[in-house]
């Protein structure tokens, strides 16, 4: 889970794997829903030489519900500049 300005701007996080915390690029822009492939991080298939699988993960945009007044000021100036290209 990431909060909405890590998507639009991007960011690094930690993400746990099977074998321990990574740090993760997340690309500027990420839409909630997108899924990252973390190849060679997933679990081991039996039947396929051992091979190990991809982790997945899924980005969920975190919305807040709650503002503080310099958060929702500058939400708001946000907004404004994107009303200003009409």
Known sequence: ?????QAAL????KV???DGEIELKIPKGIQSGKKIRLNNKGVV??????RRGSH???????IPSEL?????????KLK???NSDE
């Open 1 to 5: 889970e990431i909060n909405i300005a």
């Open 10 to 13: 991007g960011d690094s996080i």
């Open 80 to 82: 404004k500049s994107f």
């Open 68 to 76: 503080t007044s310099d958060q929702k000021d500058l939400f708001e």
């Open 56 to 62: 997945i993960i899924t980005i969920i945009v975190s």
């Open 16 to 18: 746990s794997t099977l």
């Open 45 to 50: 298939s039996i039947g396929r030489n051992n």
